[in-house]
């Protein structure tokens, strides 16, 4: 057995027919209609009521079960093996969280109940938002924003209400180096401002002196993100939060990479003013495939009349819902309620769960991790920026184009080893960029397997064993159109119908 053979995840595929409907091969049946029709009432007119059945596949109820549990074990996910999306922070969600967030007292509360019959929920938002302040270094906390992007456009929000405040309309500017995530410009763009990118040193950090340019009475917010895309720390980072605040700015940082520093270095400490948290990256919460998250802001005691409400404020031995907040201050609702709650469920059980010194050992094996991969792996995918590496590796495809293999044909290669390619081309400013995170979750055994699969891939390249071929080859679906799949996507049953027509 070939150790590919060894490793691959064997998936059953679909049936050759995907439409398996039949007349009179219904899951089910409804019992006859015994009570009398009726004519349309007021609340529905005619024109709102179906004419006609509804056009639906007919299937026995096995058939659309064994339909389903097919299509979930050919979606690739952390439970099935390592996931090293860089800058993502695919880490295994620890079954406790699932378990807690899925009592019935806590997934079937109302957002609505009285406050004296949720006291543990408020107790628990207003934990999370202490222990949130205490990891970050910055006290005050709203847990509101849906996602890191949310987290971003809310704090954003909340310096241009700051500036406003004081007078300041003419601060307009925001300023982010080109390593920046995407969401960082649109952010801002969203929320008034004018954007400035400034470029990274030769050493994979931001200077001052990139920044001097910039440094007037138009700068509202330097955008950083600490460590940054490229997996360096900003080691400037104290000089930068200095020269800014001189000119009267205010400091941001993108908590994406959060993971990499728990316990050992807080953004407060370091000059930062206001920063986002993704709760699902740094404490475990699942996400992808466009949820759940939650990305709370924290910020200086100065800018905390500015955050999102409501927030929960704690009176002797009870927890209310903070109403003092100065309604001509606060930018005011960002999200329902108190945001994704069953996601700050989840948060807070994996940090009362591991503790401090867990926080400390989680930032610790996932920077051991990362540098395990790229001392491993840096002979065949050479970086772009060296220095040290904290929780990711950032390589390139520069070796391995030589044997005909981009980055893009690499990561699909790498599904026919059952392992999930890394982020590709990312930073942006890294030609052919393979961003490899494999945060604290993976074990020696599992690495090496990542690294196997990288190495195999490049060997083969180079013996010429790939040349001609599509990959990948080994799993149920092969390589798809992918401009098809964006641009007319086959969503739905009904849309599969008028396709074939």
């Known amino acids: ?59 026995s109820e096995p058939e659309v079960v064994r339909h389903f549990t097919r299509l979930s074990m050919q979606n690739y996910n952390i439970d099935a093996s390592i996931y090293p999306l860089g800058s993502c922070t695919m880490k295994y969600n620890p079954r406790i969280n699932e ?124 955008m950083m993100t600490n460590p940054n895309t490229l997996g360096r720390f900003e080691s400037n980072i104290e000089d930068i939060a200095r020269a800014v605040h001189k000119a009267g700015g205010l400091v941001y940082c993108d908590g ?92 807070w059980t994996y940090i009362r769960m591991i503790g401090p010194e867990g926080l400390r050992e989680t930032a610790k094996n996932a920077v051991l991790s990362a540098n395990y991969i790229k001392a491993k792996l840096k002979d065949l995918y050479p970086e772009t920026f060296e220095g040290p590496t904290l929780h990711e590796a950032v390589l390139c495809d520069k070796k391995i184009k ?20 890394p982020t590709v081309y990312f930073p942006l400013i890294v030609s052919g960029a393979l961003m490899i995170e494999p945060t604290e979750t993976e074990n020696l055994e599992e690495l090496d397997r990542f690294i196997f699969a990288m190495r195999d891939s490049f060997e083969r390249a180079a013996r010429g064993e790939t040349k001609g071929q599509t990959f990948p080859t080994k799993t149920p679906r092969t390589k798809i159109d992918e401009t098809a799949a964006a641009r007319k996507p086959t969503l739905t049953w009904q849309a599969s119908q008028r396709a074939e027509k």
């Open 256 to 347: 994406a990479n959060l993971n990499a520093i728990l316990g050992y270095a807080r953004p407060g400490d370091f000059g930062v003013d206001i920063m986002h948290i993704n709760l699902h990256k740094t404490f475990s919460t699942p996400h992808g495939g466009g949820g759940p998250g939650a990305g709370p802001i924290c910020c200086r005691a100065d800018l905390e009349p500015f955050l999102p409400t409501p927030r929960v404020q704690k009176k002797g031995d009870r927890f209310y819902t903070w109403v003092e907040q100065d309604p001509k201050k606060t930018v005011g609702k960002v999200k329902s309620f108190y945001g994704n709650y069953g996601v700050l469920v989840r948060a």
């Open 1 to 59: 057995m070939s150790h590919i053979q060894e490793y691959q995840t064997v998936i059953p595929a679909e049936p050759v027919i995907f439409e398996l409907s039949q007349d009179e091969k219904p899951g089910l049946r409804l019992p006859t209609l015994t009570v009398p029709k009726t004519e349309p009432s007021a609340v529905f007119s005619h024109s709102e009521l179906r004419s006609s059945e509804p056009c639906l596949p007919q299937l």
């Open 99 to 222: 378990d807690l967030a899925r009592m019935p007292e806590v997934a079937l509360m109302h957002p609505m109940m009285p406050e004296q019959l949720c006291q543990g929920h408020l107790q628990m938002i207003y934990e999370l938002e202490q222990d949130l302040g205490e990891i970050s270094g910055l006290p005050a906390v709203s847990l509101q924003p849906a996602a890191g992007a949310q987290g971003e456009f809310s704090a954003l929000k909340v310096a241009a209400a700051y500036f406003a405040s004081r007078g300041e309309a003419e601060r307009t500017v925001v300023v982010t180096p080109d390593s920046a995530h995407g969401t960082n410009p649109a952010s801002a763009a969203l929320c008034g401002f004018s954007l400035v990118e400034i470029p990274t040193g030769k050493d994979g950090i931001v200077s001052v002196e990139a920044l001097k340019d910039f440094l007037n009475g138009r700068l509202a917010v330097v």
């Open 402 to 421: 030589e044997h005909g293999i981009t980055t893009a044909e690499l990561a699909k290669m790498l599904l026919d080893y059952g392992v999930h390619p």
